[in-house]
């Protein structure tokens, strides 16, 4: 099968092998129509190997982790499974190891059919395939849709609770947080002395250990939503555009604004919005030559060619439920058309803003300053399960025009 291809299921149970060059961890989502799990039981991977109509296998005696899926048995209100994969080495990506699916009858052994994504990067997880059921049918699809922030990124998207835990100095760090957390170690408390007979307590009890300083979770096991209302992200910081479990917005306004030079001539920056599709191809970009793409999905507010005013000097408008289901990643750009430096402009920023209400919601402030001609500032990422997802980038390139911007954009998403 190609990427985003399909067939229909020849065999009731079937079994779903992953293998690349490394070792990998395979693990399977129950998800209903909605795209979530119904609870975290309905994850499934090697230290929760059994769900219902789904099993893990281990790797073993030169046989990859599989996940075996029994159509018959899977419940009412599943409607898809969707398998994963992510490197076994802590910190392992897929870059020149793309994972090969082998989808098998998991009675006789026949093979059904193959999928390889094409060439992957900085992915640490990745969705392999998906088996669905359509029309009273069950078929698969090849998806090869990859994550950054590892099987917890992919976890959570779907519904999965993910808990911030210290992992084992052997465990890949994908694996701790998915097994329940276990209770924090307290000390003791000092049984109260009988009144007449027990020295005073400080005699005899033992002072309780120190506490062990507290880590910071790692952002990519952190979830970020809009729950708690307004959003500062910093360089690399990521938040979902969701509230309460639920989509929030649905028109979005990418408001970006700078400072012009103290002195000497004006610097013409320009903010443009690239769209990607699922293979970080470029569909279309919204500039100051284009103002408007996608029926007007996307809409540029025009250029401001010095960065006088006040507020955002050059905002795009964007319509989430009006962008084309091909469009998987928006990258938000600034460029100095005019050729001068980003170390000759003072308080660039992005911030996210209700289209409906003016709200700010998410504010990304670039602190420091390169000598380019260009920054790749944020983008947005539609999620398997719909969700969208900003991302702060602040990555400074050598790029005048949008056309050159697209090159590096591709590369960051």
């Not at 920023?349 to 998410?362: H, I």
Request: proline content about 10%; aromatic content about 6%.
């Amino acid at each position: 099968m190609t990427q985003g291809g399909n067939a229909p299921l020849t065999a009731a149970r079937v079994t779903v092998e992953v293998t690349a060059p490394k070792a990998l961890d395979v693990s399977g989502l129950l998800l209903t129509d909605a795209g979530k799990v119904r609870s975290d039981a309905d994850f499934v991977f090697f230290n929760a190997p059994h769900g219902p109509g789904v099993t893990h296998r281990p790797a073993s005696g030169g046989t990859p982790d599989a996940i075996t899926i029994d159509t018959a048995a899977v419940p009412a209100g599943i409607t898809k499974i969707v398998v994963t994969a992510s490197p076994d080495e802590a910190g392992a990506t897929f870059a020149g190891i793309e994972p090969t699916a082998t989808v098998r009858d998991a009675d006789s052994g026949q093979v059904l059919v193959t999928f390889t994504p094409p060439q992957l990067g900085r992915e640490t997880a990745l969705i392999v395939v998906e088996v669905y059921q359509r029309g009273g049918a069950w078929k698969v699809r090849a998806v090869g849709q990859g994550y950054a922030n590892g099987l917890a990124g992919i976890a959570t998207d779907f519904g999965v609770t993910v808990e911030d835990e210290p992992a084992p100095a052997a465990a890949a760090p994908v694996q701790a947080p998915v097994a329940p957390p276990a209770p924090a170690p307290v000390a003791p408390p000092v049984p109260p002395a009988p009144p007449a007979q027990a020295p005073p307590a400080p005699q005899f009890a033992p002072p309780a250990p120190p506490a062990p300083p507290a880590e910071a979770p790692a952002p990519s096991l952190t979830k970020v939503t809009l729950d708690k209302g307004r959003v500062s992200l910093t360089k690399g910081g990521s938040v979902s555009l969701e509230k309460n479990g639920k989509p929030f917005l649905s028109s979005i306004r990418m408001g970006l604004g700078w400072e012009p030079a103290g002195r000497g001539r004006n610097i013409d920056l320009d903010a443009s919005c690239i769209a990607f599709d699922a293979k970080r191809e470029k569909l279309d970009t919204a500039w100051f030559m284009k103002l408007g793409i996608f029926n007007g999905a996307i809409a540029h507010s025009g250029d401001n060619l010095t960065g006088e005013g006040g507020g955002d000097d050059e905002s795009i408008t964007v319509h989430l439920n009006g962008l084309p289901p091909e469009v998987c990643g928006l990258v938000f750009v600034v460029n100095s058309f005019s050729g001068q430096k980003f170390t000759d402009v003072k308080n660039a920023y992005c911030r996210l803003v209700d289209a409906g209400s003016g709200q700010e919601l998410v504010r990304f402030d670039l602190t420091q300053s390169e000598a380019h001609t260009g920054v790749v500032m944020c983008k947005l990422v539609r999620q398997f399960s719909g969700e969208w997802v900003m991302t702060a980038i602040g990555e400074y390139v050598d790029a005048k025009t949008a056309r050159a911007m697209v090159k590096p954009a591709s590369s960051m998403l």
